[in-house]
Each structure stands twice: as structure tokens, then as C-alpha cells.
């Protein structure tokens, strides 16, 4: 069973029992749980429910388990011949989270 749901803006395939990585969550508690009922399709092995825009009924609870910093960006500006060169680097912050459970209506 899998959904695709829809969190701070972000679609997500989650499964149960993943941990996915999430745009940083603003006030983040560890071990808080976090339900949403914007769940956008939910698939069983026999069915499969398409929303209008949102299941009706189904959630998905997950827990936050940490926070981290992304992996390194640099960006870099280059003029031949003329000594210009400018480097810029960039980490953006992402929060873990653990799916608990898919609730179906």
C-alpha cells in the first residue's frame, strides 16, 4: 500500500514504515507526531482511490525523527581573461520523518 500525499507544498510517495526526507518543518519537536489528511491518491494492491483533490476520509500519520543539513551546492561565475571568478555555496535544511501509518477511509 502506498499514497501520495501532499506536505508543505510537496508531493511525496510514502509507504508504511519509510522514512522520507521533508522540506525543513517549522516548529520541530522530535518524536512529534504529525497527521494530514491531504492525501492526493492511495493504492492498495486490488484498488487504487484518485481524489478530487484529496482522498476523503484517508491520513497519513508520521513521526519527526531529526533534522539535517543537504549535501553542498556551489554555484560559480567565471570571466576568462579578465581575473573574475565568484563561488557561492548553498546547504538547505530538510527534516526526517518516519510514516507510522496510512489510514484508509
Do not use: C, W
Request: charged share 35%; hydrophobic share 35%; aromatic share 10%.
Amino acid at each position: 500500500m502506498f499514497a501520495i500525499v501532499e506536505i508543505n507544498g510537496f508531493q511525496y510517495k510514502v509507504e508504511e514504515n519509510q522514512t522520507i526526507k521533508l522540506t525543513k518543518v517549522d516548529n520541530f519537536e522530535k518524536g512529534k507526531k504529525i497527521e494530514t489528511d491531504k492525501v492526493l491518491l492511495l493504492s492498495n494492491d486490488k484498488s487504487l482511490n484518485v481524489g478530487k483533490p484529496y482522498v476523503k476520509g484517508a491520513k497519513v500519520i508520521f513521526e519527526l525523527i531529526g533534522e539535517k543539513k543537504g549535501r553542498k551546492i556551489e554555484v560559480m561565475k567565471f570571466r576568462r581573461r579578465s581575473n573574475y571568478k565568484r563561488i557561492k555555496g548553498y546547504r538547505d535544511n530538510y527534516t526526517l520523518a518516519k510514516i507510522e501509518k496510512i489510514v484508509t477511509p
